[in-house]
């Protein structure tokens, strides 16, 4: 396999954000929301944003340590525009992908025996969400977040609902759904991704991408799978049909579901006077469309900040 790779040099890690950047822009993404906030990617963005290249806004939340969050909020910069800090997260178990999602009821159905695992026990992980809760008295309302949220029961969803929890899914879990039924099981695959019935019951809902964890990011093709809940050709599936979306319902979740959930609704996720104009123009109307042709959509436009961060090639826009 060869040496492992040392730390990123400052340049390199620069690199790597500008092209990062780029592929955003090219996919009309205008707001990130990163777990995986280190002092480094803060203080390039902090960079960029000072010489005017940060063409998309960075909510940056760490995980697994309220102290280290709050550290790094001291040492890195943030002017609350392009650069806030988010919450802190806490793994509470796996994937399904590599069968160590703690699974509550039976085991996986290809491994006999296999449920998977917590990372923190039961008790840990109340009394971390206890202390989250005590610590801010003073802030009206929390929005704890569950994020992935690939199987619940209808108990779960009533307990979300009353709770005031955010459910933040990633659509592009749905991209294998034969996977899904030799790891789950033909019935509990099918329970599989409850979305629509998070969506019904009034849990806010926040679409996103789980990248690097997941291949792809683009959101018109997240779109496309919560539409269809297809694999990316077609030939695969689809995972009950019961919990698509419309494709209205899944761009109100990538827009005002994700801004809610990190506390900006009143900021930003519509095109509304007052609001920042950050905004994508489209080929195509994806309300017109076939929902299998969503994905083939192209951005033609992308406006940060009231500024055109992105134009393809070939695009007459207006000036």
């Excluded at 960079?47 to 309220?66: A, H, N, S, V």
């Excluded at 690939?150 to 879990?173: H, R, T």
């Excluded at 104009?277 to 940060?304: C, F, G, N, Q, Y």
Aim: a positive charge; hydrophobic letters at 40%.
């Amino acid at each position: 396999m060869g040496k492992l790779p040392g730390a990123l040099s400052p340049g390199r890690h620069r690199q790597i954000m500008e092209r990062a950047l780029v592929l955003f822009r090219e996919e009309g993404i205008t707001s990130v929301q990163d777990n995986t906030w280190m002092p480094m990617t803060g203080w390039t963005l902090h960079k960029l944003r000072k010489e005017g290249r940060l063409t998309c806004r960075f909510t940056q939340w760490p995980y697994g340590d309220p102290g280290f969050a709050r550290l790094l909020m001291k040492l890195v910069p943030c002017d609350g525009k392009w650069l806030r800090p988010g919450p802190v997260k806490f793994f509470a178990d796996g994937a399904f992908s590599t069968r160590t999602a703690w699974l509550l009821d039976e085991a996986y159905a290809d491994e006999k025996g296999n449920f998977g695992s917590p990372i923190y026990k039961r008790e840990k992980m109340e009394s971390i969400v206890m202390e989250a809760a005590k610590r801010y008295p003073h802030v009206p309302e929390l929005r704890f977040r569950l994020e992935h949220v690939q199987l619940a029961s209808p108990e779960d969803i009533k307990k979300m609902k009353k709770l005031g929890m955010v459910a933040c899914v990633q659509p592009f879990a749905l991209y294998n759904p034969k996977k899904d039924i030799t790891l789950l099981g033909k019935e509990r695959a099918r329970r599989a991704y409850p979305y629509r019935s998070l969506y019904d019951a009034g849990v806010p809902v926040a679409f996103g991408s789980d990248i690097p964890a997941e291949v792809d990011f683009e959101p018109l093709l997240g779109i496309y799978y919560a539409v269809t809940r297809k694999s990316k050709d077609g030939a695969d599936g689809p995972l009950n049909l019961t919990e698509r979306f419309t494709p209205l319902e899944a761009l109100y979740c990538y827009t005002m579901g994700s801004a809610y959930a990190e506390f900006m609704e009143k900021e930003k996720g519509s095109l509304t006077a007052g609001k920042l104009a950050d905004m994508a123009v489209l080929s195509d109307d994806l309300t017109r469309v076939p929902p299998e042709k969503i994905k083939d959509i192209k951005v033609l436009l992308t406006v940060a900040g009231g500024a055109i961060v992105y134009e393809r090639d070939g695009f007459a826009g207006v000036k």
